[in-house]
């Protein structure tokens, strides 16, 4: 969805190391957060109280939840819908 009025953000639970190479290796060219970094007191995935990996959250202008869950084709799927209304201005 290059060049659309979307934004994807990751957050990792692996290891440090462990996800930079998921990265080079995955060409990943989105943002990455890790998950719990050390010493932190609180994690990404407990404040968005995450149950499994992964969780996609689909998030409108509105800052409104459009999907939450485990199925990327759902998530795909609902997120090309919320950009085609952005661009027929609805």
Same mark, same amino acid.
């Given at each position: 969805?290059?060049? $659309?009025?979307?934004?994807?953000?990751?957050?990792?639970?692996?290891?440090?190391?462990?996800?930079?190479?998921?990265? =080079? $290796?995955? =060409?990943?060219?989105?943002?990455?957060?890790?998950?719990?970094?050390?010493?932190? =007191?609180?994690?990404?995935?407990?404040?968005? /109280?995450? /149950?499994?990996?992964? +969780?996609?959250?689909?998030?409108?202008?509105?800052? +409104?939840?459009?999907?939450?869950?485990?199925?990327?084709? $759902?998530? +795909?799927?609902?997120?090309?819908?919320?950009?085609?209304?952005?661009?027929?201005?609805?």
């Amino acid at each position: 969805m290059k060049g $659309e009025p979307f934004a994807l953000i990751g957050v990792n639970s692996d290891d440090l190391k462990r996800a930079q190479e998921a990265v =080079e $290796e995955n =060409e990943l060219n989105w943002r990455n957060f890790q998950n719990s970094p050390e010493g932190a =007191e609180s994690s990404i995935s407990d404040a968005w /109280r995450v /149950r499994g990996w992964p +969780t996609i959250v689909v998030i409108d202008g509105s800052f +409104t939840i459009r999907y939450r869950g485990h199925d990327g084709h $759902e998530a +795909t799927k609902i997120a090309k819908e919320l950009v085609a209304k952005l661009k027929a201005g609805k």
